[in-house]
């Protein structure tokens, strides 16, 4: 270690899985004097978060709030809160995080219900019924919204009604979905929905936005056992946000910060504009990659705009792509996880990173890259094929 330890980072471009690229006002937010976790000034900040929380989720649900943790946290409490020991639990899974939802319920006591469906795929409502009217005492139904391990976007509106018409609540991972493609928790019936910071909100990752329906607070609240979860019990966490603040624990005053500002420059932005742009960036870069040369992962009708999965050529070394990318260019862009690992690349478009610039920045470097490793990429047929995508109205 140096006589003086020194934080001199390089400036990257964040086109992985997140985190995404911070705005220069979330950054700045948190270096804003701190305050106390009482302090009026700063219970009002909590107040503007859960007003914009609402907003940006799209519902009217009393009990919305931000977790102290990354989105995994947002997930343990929506799981941790809802399923109580013995209740039927389904959990479609077409990729990593499905699977996380699945394993977390384990650990809350649930009888766990796993439907697979393939990594590239979305959840089928239809064999997503089967599977819940074939389990017993189904309680709570799980799906993630934007899979960010495949790239894939499964359509909540028909997995509501399956959980619904079963009598079951709905839990929703929009952790990668959130500020970039629509999300309409009230109007899908979601029950649960829970996201994270540093996707397309475009904040640090630290906090995790959770709102909770009417009957999803009633089965909460009827729990005969406690949540597993202390630090996570969003009874708890909501004595702290509504009018009694109790305290619980100390709200990560400077990410609270961070959420607030990220909020209100999505809410500027205007989340249908901020949709259009993750959208023709997204498909910008799509169109480029197949431009390229190479070959999209997720299927074509259920492609994600913010996080595009594209297969690794034959004979390519993964890790070399990446390395150079990252050294030569300053660019992240993530590898494959689970079983696609080695296989596929993840890009993300997410919140800041979502430009032009970056679109064609990835597909310049890539060419590059990809041509000294002796794939043929055409990098002229890639960035023409992005302009007309970007140029179309
Ligand atoms: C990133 C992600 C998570 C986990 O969030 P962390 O911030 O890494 O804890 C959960 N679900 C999905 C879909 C994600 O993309």
């Known amino acids: 270690m140096p006589a003086t330890p020194s934080l001199n980072l390089p400036t990257r471009v964040l086109m992985g899985p997140g985190p995404s690229g911070a705005h220069p006002r979330v950054l700045r937010a948190m270096t804003a004097p701190m305050l106390g976790h009482l302090d009026p000034d700063f219970l009002r900040l909590m107040d503007e978060c859960r007003v914009m929380l609402r907003k940006v989720l799209r519902t009217e649900n009393e009990h919305t709030l931000a977790t102290p943790g990354t989105g995994t946290s947002g997930m343990e409490a929506a799981v941790m809160n809802l399923v109580e020991?013995?209740?039927?639990?389904?959990?479609?899974?077409?990729?990593?995080?499905g699977e996380r939802i699945a394993e977390m319920a384990e650990r809350a006591g649930g009888e766990v219900t796993r439907v697979q469906f393939p990594w590239g795929s979305p959840v089928d409502p239809?064999?997503?019924?089967?599977?819940?009217?074939?389990?017993?005492?189904?309680?709570?139904?799980?799906?993630?919204?934007?899979?960010?391990?495949?790239g894939v976007e499964t359509p909540i509106p028909p997995i509501a009604k399956v959980a619904h018409d079963a009598g079951a609540l709905l839990i929703v991972d929009c952790v990668t979905s959130l500020g970039g493609v629509p999300v309409e928790a009230d109007s899908w019936g979601a029950d649960v929905v829970y996201s994270g910071t540093q996707k397309c909100l475009s904040a640090p990752p630290g906090a995790a936005p959770v709102t909770a329906?009417?009957?999803?607070?009633?089965?909460?609240?009827?729990?005969?056992?406690?949540?597993?979860?202390?630090?996570?019990?969003?009874?708890?966490?909501?004595?702290?946000?509504?009018?009694?603040?109790?305290?619980?624990h100390t709200a990560p005053i400077s990410m609270v910060y961070a959420l607030h500002q990220a909020l209100a420059l999505v809410l500027e932005?205007?989340?249908e504009a901020r949709w259009a742009r993750h959208e023709r960036n997204g498909r910008a870069l799509q169109d480029g990659l197949e431009g390229l040369g190479l070959t999209l992962h997720a299927d074509a009708a259920h492609r994600l705009p913010v996080?595009?999965?594209?297969?690794?050529?034959?004979g390519i070394d993964d890790a070399e792509v990446r390395g150079k990318l990252l050294h030569r260019h300053g660019v992240?862009?993530?590898?494959?996880?689970?079983?696609?690992?080695?296989?596929?690349w993840r890009i993300g478009l997410m919140g800041e990173s979502s430009t032009p610039g970056n679109v064609f920045l990835a597909l310049s470097a890539l060419a590059r890259i990809l041509r000294e490793q002796g794939?043929?990429?055409?990098?002229?047929?890639?960035l023409e094929a992005a302009t007309a995508r970007l140029d179309q109205p």
């Not at 020991?85 to 995080?97: E, L, Q, S």
């Not at 019924?129 to 391990?149: D, F, P």
């Not at 949540?227 to 708890?236: A, I, M, P, V, W």
């Open 85 to 97: 020991p013995g209740d039927g639990v389904v959990v479609g899974i077409c990729g990593y995080f």
């Open 126 to 150: 239809d064999e997503l019924e089967r599977a819940v009217k074939a389990a017993r005492n189904v309680k709570v139904v799980g799906v993630v919204h934007a899979e960010t391990s495949t």
């Open 213 to 248: 329906s009417n009957a999803a607070w009633e089965k909460i609240r009827a729990r005969e056992v406690p949540c597993n979860s202390f630090y996570l019990d969003l009874q708890l966490l909501e004595a702290y946000w509504d009018e009694r603040r109790a305290y619980h």
């Open 269 to 271: 932005e205007g989340l």
């Open 307 to 314: 996080l595009t999965t594209v297969r690794i050529p034959e």
């Open 332 to 344: 992240e862009i993530g590898g494959g996880l689970g079983e696609l690992r080695g296989k596929t």
């Open 375 to 382: 794939f043929p990429a055409d990098m002229r047929a890639g």
